[in-house]
Each structure stands twice: as structure tokens, then as C-alpha cells.
């Protein structure tokens, strides 16, 4: 899905450190969020924004924060990372329609 | 708040046979959206329905709007070893700004 670009695909860290996750997209779509994924639970929405510079929570924004200081960038901060974040992580973009999303970020916190 | 439950969650079917699964709501959906997602990558609309009653069709796959607003269901019809995945069925939440509710997914394997 070329529209919709994460980084990094995998991470690894040890409890207690911080990371961003990034999330890019090329169709100019006003729209879009942070998603986890974990075993039979399908995906709950963190955070999401509804334009350049807005952000707001979803379901599950505990220990996590966001920005969206470029329409095509949204990005994902784990502050502390907890092993309850162990998780695959999914962006996607919309504009008046379905969404779209990226192949995900695998991160395991030990 | 709103919530979605697939079944079943998961099915083991030969190739060639047809799948069905469902999605059910406790409360009204103006839009259903069925899809699917492969091993390692992010979930890719199959079909979007738009209007109780619509019946809609993309190739071998064919969803149905339920009457109540209340469910909708996907149907695919002679299996190929390429429709092995997570089927997810969401729907916007009332509040808006495009926000999804999705279901809990239904893993489809199919036997060689």
C-alpha cells in the first residue's frame, strides 16, 4: 500500500524507553489515525486527527501521545514503554472515505 | 458504546468450498465495511455498503446491508488458497470524524 508508510516494520525495546513511530501518507487526505492490534480484540483506535495541528483520543490513548505538524505526517510516542504495549500498530488516512491503511509496526516491549 | 461481534472467529474450509460469516450490532450502522487483512500487512477495504437492503458484489465476494441496520454479512463463494486471512467487518461511530468501530475479525484458513 504505497499511499500509506510506516516506520519502522519491527522494534524491540526494554521496558521504561521511548520511541516514535511514523506514519506518512501521499493523498493529501485530511483525516487520520493510530491503530493497535492485538489477538482477537481487532483494532482500537489510540489517536487520531482530524486536520494539520489537531489531535485527539480514541479508545485506548493511555501511554501514548501524537502530533500532527505536517497534513501528511502523524506521529506515534510511547513516553515509558510497558510490556502491555506489545502490540502491532496500524496507521491509516481518510477523506470522505474508507480508510486506507499501512502495513503495520510489529513492537514487542520486554 | 457501539460494538461489533464477528462469527464465527475463525473457519477451516476446503479449497473450493463458499464461506460465510456475519456481523452483528447492538446498535444502527449507516455504513458497514467488510475487510480483509493478509499475513504481515495492514487491513484493504473489500466492499463498503451503503444502504439497508444492498447487496453488493466484488468478484467471488458478495456482502449484504442487513434490513435492521443491525448486522451485515459477507459471503465468498468457491474458495482459492488466496482468500486465507482476517476478515474484518467496522463502522463509523456516530461522533464522527470518519472514526471506525471493528469488529473482533474472522480468521479464514483453508485446507490444501
Known amino acids: 500500500n504505497a499511499g500509506v508508510t510506516q516506520t519502522p516494520k519491527f522494534r524491540v525495546l526494554k521496558t521504561g524507553q521511548s520511541m516514535t513511530l511514523l506514519c506518512a501518507q501521499d493523498m493529501n487526505h485530511e483525516y487520520m489515525y493510530w491503530y493497535r492490534q492485538d489477538p482477537g480484540m481487532g483494532l482500537r483506535l489510540i489517536h487520531y486527527?482530524?486536520?494539520?495541528?489537531?489531535?485527539a483520543k480514541g479508545e485506548v490513548p493511555d501511554g501514548y501521545n501524537v502530533s500532527r505538524l505536517k497534513k501528511q505526517n502523524f506521529l506515534l510516542g510511547l513516553e515509558s514503554a510497558a510490556p502491555s504495549q506489545t502490540s502491532v500498530y496500524f496507521c491509516?488516512?481518510?477523506?470522505?472515505?474508507?480508510?486506507?491503511f499501512g502495513d503495520g509496526t510489529r513492537l514487542s516491549i520486554l | 458504546g457501539q460494538q461489533l461481534n464477528q462469527s464465527p472467529q475463525s473457519m477451516f474450509i476446503q479449497e473450493g468450498e463458499d464461506v460465510s460469516m456475519n456481523c452483528t450490532s447492538s446498535?444502527?450502522?449507516?455504513?458497514w465495511l467488510w475487510y480483509k487483512q493478509d499475513p504481515g500487512e495492514g487491513p484493504v477495504l473489500l466492499i463498503a455498503?451503503?444502504?439497508?437492503?444492498e447487496l453488493t458484489s466484488n468478484g467471488r465476494l458478495t456482502a449484504q446491508f442487513g434490513i435492521t441496520r443491525k448486522d451485515s454479512f459477507l459471503n465468498i463463494s468457491a474458495s482459492i488458497p488466496s482468500d486465507v486471512g482476517i476478515y474484518f467487518c467496522?463502522?463509523?461511530?456516530?461522533?464522527?470524524?470518519?472514526?471506525?468501530?471493528f469488529g473482533q475479525g474472522t480468521r479464514l484458513t483453508i485446507n490444501p
Open positions: 486527527s482530524v486536520g494539520e495541528g489537531t489531535t
Open positions: 455498503l451503503y444502504k439497508a437492503g
Open positions: 467496522a463502522g463509523p461511530l456516530i461522533q464522527g470524524a470518519q472514526k471506525l468501530v
Open positions: 446498535s444502527i450502522f449507516n455504513t
Open positions: 491509516a488516512s481518510a477523506q470522505g472515505e474508507p480508510q486506507h
